[in-house]
């Protein structure tokens, strides 16, 4: 397996749009990177030009310590897989993973000792004689992954191959593919528009909007510590609560209806980065508390809607103009139409630059 | 606003049964949503409440009045699509006008009425924009309002947020809540999203190959499914099932690797002793109801994935044979290939028999 560096990328269309723009992104031997946007962000671009299907405008990009900018997809070592599950019905396992080899005219021992290999790896040395619809479902996505590794690519490129399936399933799958690239070793750019699939899956994901990228890191750190309201709101379910507000002198937050007062080392931590006073406040809703217990610093709310959900309940509540969603355990009830104390985890509150749209704290 | 109720509905196309003696009732002012997968029957049932179907059996009535033989237009019931088919040349209030111009209303008698809708959706400073203009949501929003001016005995939705982006379909979720219960009147709402039929319904009816599984409560259907199915389908992750059998004589639960035993529970005892398959069970187990062990007791495993989806992690855990997942907040971390213990919640737990699919407790 090798690393994948993209140095300088620019990908601009014949209209004159512009799809990547100056993405600098290096991915090590052996990581798992998700890269994570909304339609026309860029990703399937970016992965397309990795793989040799469209040329970069300018920029380079290197699989391994090779340029390959000048490599037809066929000579860059790069496996592309669209979608699992577009095996051969009428072949056996067997002759599914050894099909590209056949492609390629390798000799007979060759092909041989290299399918043996690849189903060791992926533990299907017993079924190599079935037919794949006589598998499960993990098995297949085992033996598509054979046929794309039997080659031997320095990479996988994935584009949201797990779109087709339902809901569990794509789940179980999540979790085997994970599993499989970490135990192998594979080198891996994956496309998503999930969120949660890039959070459960990326060893990194790479966040991009509107041809930029936002932010590059560990799940966690994203989630956690996202660099621009785009990444904060794009990450996370139900997304974050966001309230346009005015920092005044004396440390009270303002939004419409709404004030809040920061905690002193938050103000100072402000006053540091030194922003103009219109911010962002976010709020992720497991970080919104309810309580029938009226404090200095609790907000009174209405509580607007209220969405169990069966592992937690989602209350949307409004305070003034303002809607926040809070995620509860199911065990914590409140009524519709009644009013509530609401307060925030003030060390996991945001703060947003309004007019650079950055995070402040 | 009025009651619906289908009566022993049977539907076949050719020799596929749709609907096999489907009986439902939804009550006056209820939100009923119909969920199941794919291919399930739940449009079609939905297309026989409209009258867009014939029924091969069984009968429909409306507000206890007979409508088998009623044309559509007779039964004066609301559709809403996925796609919103608004006139692109009318303004908004056009659009919502339209059905009372039909109706040879007056002109002060239309106003009053598109107003008072256009306050329900939040759509009055939108009546003198075209569909163009809108958004996706605000579209839904204006196609909910051409229905109501109609005044319909009930409003039949055939999985109207599927076009949206997530985000949008997150906040037309509570949206629509409010709306119904502002209305206060009878929505049945059909969609293969156990997640937006857990937030939005007072109950849910689960359909699946063209029978009725279980109808109740959101939270009760989470916490107490019926069979197999219902367990599978509702919840995410997917419940964990674990095939076992029952040591009659201790009254443990065996796993099938024999691994690990668990005691069960006093209360259930007398249930489970009547079992007949006592050889093939299914213990049932959400994520979030299997802790990991502190102590050096439980069944021992190991972590086989980890994924962070920031606000939980899901921990896929191997034990024995089976895989596990497990639901954990996000301040607990180990690594994958650690070793560690798993205890079950086990008075919330489900057991299964593998042969009826039946629940047993």
């Given at each position: 397996?090798?690393?994948?560096?993209?140095?300088?990328m620019?990908?601009?269309?014949?209209?004159?749009?512009?799809?990547?723009?100056?993405?600098?992104?290096?991915?090590?031997?052996?990581?798992?990177?998700?890269?994570?946007?909304?339609?026309?962000?860029?990703?399937?671009?970016?992965?397309?030009?990795?793989?040799?299907?469209?040329?970069?405008?300018?920029?380079?990009?290197?699989?391994?310590?090779?340029?390959?900018?000048?490599?037809?997809?066929?000579?860059r070592?790069?496996?592309?897989?669209?979608?699992?599950?577009a095996?051969?019905p009428?072949m056996?396992?067997?002759?599914?993973?050894?099909?590209?080899?056949?492609?390629?005219?390798?000799?007979?021992?060759?092909?041989?000792?290299?399918?043996?290999?690849?189903?060791?790896?992926?533990?299907?040395?017993?079924?190599?004689?079935?037919?794949?619809?006589?598998?499960?479902?993990?098995?297949?996505?085992?033996?598509?992954?054979?046929?794309?590794?039997?080659?031997?690519p320095?990479?996988?490129?994935?584009?949201?191959?797990?779109?087709n399936?339902?809901?569990?399933?794509?789940?179980?799958?999540?979790?085997?593919?994970?599993?499989?690239?970490?135990?192998?070793?594979?080198?891996?750019?994956?496309?998503?528009?999930?969120?949660?699939?890039?959070?459960?899956?990326?060893?990194?994901?790479?966040?991009?909007?509107?041809?930029?990228?936002?932010?590059?890191?560990?799940?966690?750190?994203?989630?956690?510590?996202?660099?621009?309201?785009?990444?904060?709101?794009?990450?996370?379910?139900?997304?974050?609560?966001?309230?346009?507000?005015?920092?005044d002198?004396?440390?009270?937050?303002?939004?419409?209806?709404?004030s809040?007062?920061?905690?002193?080392?938050?103000?100072?931590?402000?006053?540091?980065?030194?922003?103009?006073?219109?911010?962002?406040?976010?709020?992720?809703?497991?970080?919104?508390?309810?309580?029938?217990?009226?404090?200095?610093?609790?907000?009174?709310?209405?509580?607007?809607?209220?969405?169990?959900?069966?592992?937690?309940?989602?209350?949307?509540?409004?305070?003034?103009?303002v809607?926040?969603?809070?995620?509860?355990?199911?065990?914590?009830?409140?009524?519709?139409?009644?009013?509530?104390d609401?307060?925030?985890?003030?060390?996991?509150?945001?703060?947003?630059?309004a007019?650079?749209?950055?995070?402040?704290? | 606003?009025?009651?619906?109720?289908?009566?022993?509905?049977?539907?076949?196309?050719?020799?596929?049964?749709?609907?096999?003696?489907?009986?439902?009732?939804?009550?006056?002012?209820?939100?009923?949503?119909?969920?199941?997968?794919?291919?399930?029957?739940?449009?079609?049932l939905?297309?026989?409440?409209?009258?867009?179907?014939r029924?091969d059996?069984?009968?429909?009535?409306?507000e206890?009045?007979?409508?088998?033989?009623?044309?559509?237009?007779?039964?004066?019931?609301?559709?809403?699509?996925?796609?919103?088919?608004?006139?692109?040349?009318?303004?908004?209030?056009?659009?919502?006008?339209?059905?009372?111009?039909?109706?040879?209303?007056?002109?002060?008698?239309?106003?009053a009425?598109?107003?008072?809708?256009?306050?329900?959706?939040?759509?009055?400073?939108?009546?003198?924009?075209?569909?163009?203009?809108?958004?996706?949501?605000?579209?839904?929003?204006?196609?909910?309002?051409?229905?109501?001016?109609?005044?319909?005995?009930?409003?039949?939705?055939?999985?109207?947020?599927?076009?949206?982006?997530?985000?949008?379909?997150?906040?037309m979720?509570s949206?629509?809540?409010?709306?119904?219960?502002?209305?206060n009147?009878?929505?049945?709402?059909?969609?293969?999203?156990?997640?937006?039929?857990?937030?939005?319904?007072?109950?849910?009816?689960?359909?699946?190959?063209?029978?009725?599984?279980?109808?109740?409560?959101?939270?009760?259907?989470?916490?107490?499914?019926?069979?197999?199915?219902?367990?599978?389908?509702?919840?995410?992750?997917r419940?964990?099932?674990?095939?076992?059998?029952?040591?009659?004589?201790?009254?443990?639960?065996?796993?099938?690797?024999?691994?690990?035993?668990?005691?069960?529970?006093?209360q259930?005892?007398?249930?489970?002793?009547?079992?007949?398959?006592?050889?093939?069970?299914?213990?049932?187990?959400?994520?979030?109801?299997?802790?990991?062990?502190?102590?050096?007791?439980g069944?021992?495993?190991?972590?086989?994935?980890?994924?962070?989806?920031?606000?939980?992690?899901?921990?896929d855990?191997?034990?024995?044979?089976?895989?596990?997942?497990?639901?954990?907040?996000?301040?607990y971390?180990?690594?994958?290939?650690?070793?560690l213990?798993?205890?079950?919640?086990?008075?919330?737990?489900?057991?299964?028999?593998?042969?009826?699919?039946?629940?047993?407790?």
């Open positions: 397996m090798a690393q994948v560096t993209i140095r300088n620019v990908k601009r269309f014949a209209n004159g749009a512009i799809a990547v723009d100056n993405l600098n992104l290096s991915i090590p031997d052996g990581e798992f990177l998700v890269l994570l946007g909304p339609s026309g962000c860029g990703k399937t671009t970016t992965l397309r030009s990795v793989a040799g299907l469209e040329r970069q405008t300018t920029g380079d990009i290197l699989i391994g310590d090779r340029v390959v900018n000048d490599l037809p997809p066929g000579m070592d790069i496996a592309f897989v669209f979608q699992f599950y095996l051969y009428h056996s396992v067997y002759e599914n993973v050894a099909f590209p080899l056949r492609a390629a005219q390798v000799k007979k021992d060759e092909v041989d000792r290299r399918v043996k290999r690849v189903a060791q790896q992926l533990r299907i040395e017993h079924v190599l004689r079935r037919r794949p619809n006589r598998l499960s479902s993990g098995d297949q996505q085992r033996v598509a992954l054979g046929r794309a590794m039997v080659r031997q320095q990479v996988f490129l994935m584009d949201e191959p797990l779109t399936l339902d809901a569990g399933l794509r789940a179980d799958m999540r979790a085997e593919l994970k599993h499989l690239q970490a135990d192998l070793g594979i080198t891996m750019i994956y496309v998503t528009h999930d969120q949660t699939e890039a959070m459960s899956m990326g060893q990194r994901v790479a966040v991009m909007n509107l041809g930029v990228l936002q932010q590059v890191g560990a799940p966690l750190d994203v989630y956690e510590r996202p660099s621009t309201l785009f990444v904060a709101g794009f990450i996370g379910n139900p997304p974050m609560n966001f309230v346009d507000v005015r920092l002198t004396g440390g009270m937050l303002y939004g419409s209806g709404f809040l007062l920061l905690p002193i080392e938050l103000v100072e931590k402000v006053r540091k980065e030194q922003t103009q006073p219109e911010l962002v406040f976010g709020v992720r809703a497991e970080d919104v508390r309810l309580s029938n217990d009226s404090k200095l610093d609790t907000l009174q709310a209405f509580v607007a809607a209220v969405e169990p959900l069966g592992d937690e309940t989602i209350y949307t509540l409004q305070i003034g103009e809607f926040f969603r809070a995620s509860t355990t199911p065990s914590v009830r409140f009524a519709l139409g009644t009013h509530i609401l307060s925030f985890n003030m060390d996991r509150i945001h703060l947003f630059d007019k650079t749209q950055k995070r402040v704290i | 606003m009025s009651s619906i109720s289908v009566r022993k509905v049977t539907k076949q196309f050719g020799s596929n049964v749709a609907l096999n003696e489907v009986s439902l009732d939804i009550d006056d002012r209820e939100f009923v949503v119909l969920l199941g997968p794919t291919g399930a029957g739940k449009t079609t939905l297309r026989c409440v409209a009258g867009l179907e029924l059996n069984g009968d429909i009535f409306i206890q009045q007979n409508v088998k033989s009623q044309a559509p237009a007779e039964r004066d019931l609301a559709f809403v699509f996925q796609n919103y088919a608004l006139y692109p040349r009318k303004t908004v209030y056009q659009n919502i006008a339209f059905p009372l111009e039909a109706r040879a209303a007056t002109k002060p008698e239309i106003e009425e598109v107003k008072k809708v256009a306050e329900v959706l939040h759509i009055g400073h939108l009546l003198d924009r075209r569909p163009a203009q809108l958004s996706g949501g605000e579209q839904q929003r204006v196609a909910l309002g051409r229905a109501m001016v109609r005044r319909p005995h009930a409003f039949l939705m055939d999985e109207p947020l599927t076009n949206l982006d997530f985000k949008l379909r997150t906040q979720r949206e629509l809540k409010r709306i119904q219960r502002e209305l009147e009878t929505f049945f709402y059909v969609t293969n999203d156990q997640v937006e039929a857990m937030s939005m319904a007072d109950r849910i009816a689960v359909l699946n190959r063209g029978v009725i599984q279980q109808v109740g409560l959101p939270q009760d259907v989470y916490e107490h499914p019926v069979n197999l199915f219902v367990a599978s389908f509702i919840g995410s992750p419940m964990n099932l674990i095939q076992c059998s029952l040591d009659t004589n201790s009254m443990d639960l065996v796993d099938s690797s024999g691994a690990w035993r668990v005691p069960v529970p006093a259930y005892r007398e249930k489970l002793s009547a079992a007949v398959n006592t050889d093939s069970l299914l213990l049932g187990v959400r994520a979030e109801d299997v802790l990991i062990s502190a102590e050096n007791s069944i021992s495993g190991d972590v086989y994935v980890v994924e962070p989806l920031g606000d939980r992690i899901i921990y855990i191997r034990v024995g044979t089976s895989m596990v997942k497990v639901k954990t907040p996000p301040t971390r180990v690594q994958t290939g650690s070793q213990n798993i205890v079950f919640n086990m008075d919330r737990v489900h057991i299964f028999d593998a042969r009826t699919q039946q629940a047993l407790i």
